[in-house]
RNA sequence: GGUCCGUUGGAGAAGCGGUUAACUCAUAUCCCUCUCAAGGAUACAUUCGUGGGUUCGAAUCCCAUACGGACUACCA
């Protein structure tokens, strides 16, 4: 009995060999030094921060080196696939602009390579593990679930390394012969790896981002196809990423224990193997330590969390690309109006030890991004942030009856030098600007407003100052000439107008020009806060300017 | 428990045998100012997890130790 009758046995129904699969993917047509990355998410759930990151430097990498950049799913484990996962990832992938060359896209799928979905990749598996058996370097394994449970406790309880190794693994001392019977037999198995790997033996692996790593040689016969007929990760990565022609894989730290496993993989089947790139997970502290940002426990763990607020994704990847590269903040500062793709990233200078994420250094990047961004283009921004959800359409119903007045609220201290930087997101605009809507103008004062207005100034000056508001005030003039008005209406009812005058003589006056100020911003705007009183009036003009002193007058006077 | 990886301020970090230990965010104070935002100025590590050693000289090299993280599945 022969290991070749052993392996037709198994996959009877394979006929194609992997001389047939190297014909059938052959190499890629590339220039030198063009490199192939992929992105390989599971789709066990929305995109996580982590994985963008991931995706993003993916591409980053393709781009800047001429390669290519694809998606392939690892949808290998049923049990913890979420339906429909797979699309929403490519979606989300979208809207931060990264877009694969080729791979699984979601809703097709497109390139030479595939299939791209691991789950429709099961006879390029089996070919390979036909032909691993033929050779005797992966054989049957028929140890139940129990067995190997029980295998563990008394290796724990020895202390010994815990795993299928060794004299332990006891079906790998089986002879081809013995399994065929046993396989007659019906008995379930699964295919393991045959590992002639020594523990004590180290061997040295090179990471693209921490350089030289000596590991211990594996020794462990894993499990490369489940009893379900699909391939486990490690397997399937051997395989997937020799046919797809990857150059660099990239991917989380959590990984690298396995790559001495990896690494024999290749060797066993005689490939090369690829150039790795384990890069650092992102952290975030709960009680003094470090953990991994978890979608259960953190909300900006989701990549979602920055959609739905409206963050810029330019912002978010500015703040990843931070992280990723130390350098990168200072090419920044000096290139602030390139586009991210300009700055050259490099695995060589990630740092080792994984980053906290920092909400607040978003947020700085956030507000810096909308800064940069003309009056027209946050207004479109904002249209199609508001768009996206059903409960606004009051808003934009308000807002596009007259685009040109909202585009002038959204140049307010915008397009010059040195811009305001209020927005983080685009859920912070509405709220903020709904004052200049007469409907929500009102809206405010439906609140307790009475409480806003400054106490120490009695009503009678508040309504003289109120009257002379209207007849006096400046409409269309300069900011300076616009604020000489109010001086002079501070003046008139006893307002002084600096914060020296009234140091030196408090009793002469009922408070300074920035009270007189405050009444107006209170009546136009309904809040102590708002931008350039200035532009708020030009932008209401004086008919609405008049109505809302008016209204106050009406209403807040007795 | 075992195997790897890591440790510079509240956060991201530069530094690679001789620097006042860069830079950015955050924070604080002050200035500017009609409020807010922005802007400007200043402050914030006598010290690089800790203990030894090598050296004229150490965050940088060596040794120990502590702490943190990842992995240790028929999950990826």
Known sequence: MSYEQLADLIFPEITTTISDLEIRFPQRNLNDGAEVLRFAPSPTGFLHTGSLFTAFL????????????????????????????????????????????????????????????????????KTVIKQMI??????????????????????????????????????????????????????????????????????????????????????????????????????AHVVDDHFMHTTIVSRGEEWIS????????????????????????????????????????????????FLDLGYAPEAVLTYLLS??????????????????????????????????????????????????????????RVVDFLELSDKNQPVLKLIKADTPKFIEIMNIEREKENPRKDYMYLEQVWPSISFFYESYYLELFKQNLNDTFNESVDRVTLSNVLNDLKTLMVYAATNEEWFESIKVIASKNDFALSKKEIKQNP????????????????????????????????????AEVDQRINFIIANFIR
């Open 258 to 305: 396995s790559l001495p496993l990896h690494v024999q993989m290749f060797a066993a089947l005689n490939w090369v193997s690829p150039k790795y790139a384990h890069l650092p997970v992102i952290n975030k502290l709960e009680n003094g330590n470090k953990r991994k940002l978890s979608k259960r426990k953190d909300p900006e763990a989701a990549v979602s969390y």
């Open 58 to 125: 993916g591409q980053k990498v393709a781009r800047q080196t001429g390669g290519v950049f694809f998606v392939r799913l690892e949808d290998t484990d049923q049990k913890r696939e979420i339906s429909g996962t797979g699309v929403e990832l490519l979606s989300q992938l979208a809207k931060f602009g990264v877009f694969p060359h080729e791979g699984y896209l979601g809703d097709h799928e497109s390139g030479n390579y595939g299939p791209y979905a691991q789950s429709k990749r099961a006879n390029i598996y």
């Open 134 to 235: 033929n050779d005797n370097i992966a054989y049957p394994c028929f140890c139940s679930t129990d067995k190997l449970q029980q295998m563990r406790a008394v290796q724990e309880a020895n202390k010994e390394v815990t795993g299928y190794y060794g004299h332990y693994a006891t079906c790998s001392h089986l002879s081809a012969a013995e399994m065929i019977e046993k396989i007659n037999n019906g008995e379930p198995y699964v295919i393991r790896f045959r590992s002639h790997g020594n523990h004590n033996k180290m061997v040295k692996v090179v990471d693209l981002v921490r350089g030289e790593l000596e590991l211990s040689e594996n020794d462990q016969h894993i499990v490369i196809l489940k009893s379900d007929g699909l391939p486990t990760y490690h397997f």
């Open 323 to 380: 992280i990723a590269n130390s350098n990168f903040e200072e090419w920044w500062t000096t290139n602030k109006s390139s586009s991210l793709d300009d700055f050259d990233f490099s695995f060589a200078k990630m740092s080792l030890d994984g980053a906290l994420f920092d909400l607040e250094k978003v947020n700085f990047f956030a507000r810096e991004f909308f800064a940069t961004l003309t009056a027209t283009q946050m207004a479109e």
């Open 507 to 542: 009793d002469k006056f009922k408070g300074t020009v920035a009270d007189v100020a405050e009444i107006l911003r209170i009546s136009l705007t309904g809040s102590k806060k708002s931008p350039n009183l200035h532009d708020v009036i030009k932008i209401l003009k004086k």
